[in-house]
């Protein structure tokens, strides 16, 4: 005798269509906020990034970065002392041309507290203004939680509408040879909670302060 269920689950074999590789798939729905580009992107991310608490250095060279972070250290009289990732996008600056600055290569947990770290990034979301960074072994994941200042020099070609689109950033990362990374973090700001007492405490869990340089594109 067919009883109710015996019915929906022959009607759900006879609609089921089996899936090939050709089969097309429909298009992830995405908000129109993730889909900006160009300066649309920039000026969303400025806006995203500094509601976060994010400050912004608009740089027209690349060359300029050390003089930026040397502007940024002294104005918060914070110590030119500072650990960089090893990304060619970092150590091909022209450090030693800022005297102020001095570059650290010991990243032990002891040494980062409290400091402040200079990396690159993989990408910048312009839907919230969040970084993402990829651990390898030019960028030590430490270096974006034990600092109390941690500055991300950011190229505008990497920056992107949505996160579904971060995913080509890491699909042309791992072509350029590189091991896909084992972690892969968002920076959203500041780290900060209001779980104690329900007061806003910053620093938390990360550094208490995000400044993001944008650089132009690489050519």
Excluded at 61 to 68: G, I, L, M, R, T
Aim: glycine share 8%.
């Amino acid at each position: 005798m067919s009883t109710a269920r015996d019915e929906i689950f022959a009607r759900l074999r006879k609609a089921s269509i089996p899936l090939t590789a050709d089969t097309p798939r429909p298009e992830p729905l995405v908000p129109a906020v993730a889909r900006t580009t160009g300066e649309a992107s920039l000026a969303q991310f400025t806006e995203k990034a500094t509601a976060l608490a994010c400050t912004i250095a608009n740089l027209s060279n690349a060359q300029d970065v050390p003089k930026e972070v040397a502007r940024y250290l002294a104005e918060r009289e914070l110590p030119g002392d500072i650990w960089c990732s090893t990304e060619a996008a970092i150590t091909s600056l022209p450090w030693a041309a800022q005297t102020e600055l001095t570059l650290h290569g010991d990243i032990a947990r002891d040494k980062l507290d409290g400091g402040t770290s200079v990396t690159a990034c993989l990408a910048a979301v312009a839907e919230t203004g969040a970084l993402a960074v990829a651990s390898g072994a030019d960028f030590a994941t430490r270096l974006g939680y034990l600092p109390d200042t941690h500055i991300v020099v950011c190229r505008v070609d990497q920056l992107v509408g949505g996160f579904e689109d971060i995913w080509a950033n890491i699909r042309q990362y791992t072509r350029s040879g590189a091991v896909p990374p084992r972690a892969f973090n968002f920076i959203g700001g500041p780290s900060r909670t209001g779980d104690i007492e329900a007061t806003l405490v910053m620093g938390a869990h990360g550094p208490r302060a995000v400044h993001v340089i944008l650089v132009p594109a690489s050519t």
